[in-house]
């Protein structure tokens, strides 16, 4: 496996330094995907209130034999952030796809899921590649024949609308072509379930990056202390996730001590919902033109086929 990606128990510290002394505090949602956080999300993926995941999927498998049409012949697919590739077995399954190259910040999930990948595709050359795809990054070992970048599960909502036009900008020095999919807007009690879910495994998902930056950072964070909420912001339309301390405390991290107030929130996670005029404006201001776009029923998700213009 090819790694592009400094020492990450270092950047992890740096960026977690960098978010907790600013005003507000963040974390970035980036960290959420080590091994423990790789199967907290897959169990979310399960839940009856987050349809993300099973309506792009549906997407995915009703129109496979349309998207295959329009990916064409010999196909380099790389996806970003690619956790298990369980979506993208439809992919695999029916486009022509010679050649496969996830990319991923956990080299652990990396690892797990191409050696499975490489059995059940024994004809798809997988290459896997551990990269950090929030920064810039090229692919120069990876083949450049019909290159298409997949980009699933809504995940350019987690940018801000300035990071996702600078992050879709840099997607177009790597490919022409762009497969992504977008979560869209729908009623707000709908997207409140779906990261405040009643078995509370979203809750553990978020607090586990607290228990992460204890492990790998030597941190110091009790957990019982903080607690997951997640609300809608109409004006920004997204969800923000949330932990929220429920104590004035004091948490140690890389020497240096980080103060919380009760009631002092660390925002980990925006995910952007779209409505047409917003995303058009997006896509045009990175540089993409709509090709084609499939859509679920109820209009809650969109699966599109870009193209650099």
């Avoid at 423990?36 to 839940?47: D, K, Q, T, V, Y």
């Avoid at 290459?127 to 795809?133: C, F, R, T, W």
């Avoid at 980080?258 to 997006?282: C, N, P, V």
Wanted: hydrophobic content about 40%; some cysteine.
């Amino acid at each position: 496996m090819l790694s592009l990606s400094p020492n990450m128990n270092d950047e992890l510290l740096r960026d977690a330094l960098d978010g907790l002394k600013s005003n507000p505090k963040t974390l970035p949602c980036k960290w959420f995907y080590d091994a423990e956080g790789s199967r907290l999300f897959e169990a979310i993926c399960e839940l009856p209130e987050y349809y993300p995941t099973r309506t792009e999927l549906s997407i995915l498998q009703t129109y496979s034999g349309q998207i295959a049409e329009h990916l064409g012949p010999e196909v380099t697919l790389i996806e970003l952030g690619s956790g298990s590739s369980f979506k993208t077995r439809v992919l695999l399954r029916e486009c022509d796809v010679a050649n496969y190259v996830p990319l991923d910040i956990s080299a652990s999930m990396l690892e797990e899921s191409s050696e499975k990948l490489r059995a059940e595709f024994p004809e798809i050359n997988v290459q896997p590649i551990e990269v950090d795809y929030t920064k810039p990054w090229e692919l120069r070992e990876v083949s450049h024949r019909n290159r298409v970048v997949f980009f699933p599960g809504s995940t350019v909502g987690n940018f801000t609308s300035d990071e996702a036009r600078d992050f879709l900008q840099n997607v177009a020095n790597v490919s022409s072509k762009l497969l992504l999919g977008l979560d869209l807007k729908k009623p707000i009690d709908v997207l409140l379930a779906a990261y405040n879910d009643a078995a509370g495994v979203t809750a553990q998902f978020n607090l586990n990056l607290l228990a992460r930056l204890n492990r790998e950072t030597g941190a110091d964070f009790v957990l019982d202390k903080w607690r997951h909420e997640a609300i809608w912001d109409e004006d920004e339309s997204r969800i923000e996730m949330r932990l929220i301390s429920t104590e004035n405390q004091r948490v140690n991290l890389g020497g240096e001590t980080i103060r919380f107030e009760r009631g002092e929130w660390i925002t980990t996670e925006y995910s952007h919902k779209y409505a047409a005029h917003s995303l058009q404006a997006l896509l045009q201001a990175a540089g993409w033109c709509l090709e084609k776009s499939w859509t679920d029923e109820k209009n809650w998700f969109a699966v599109q086929l870009l193209r650099a213009c």
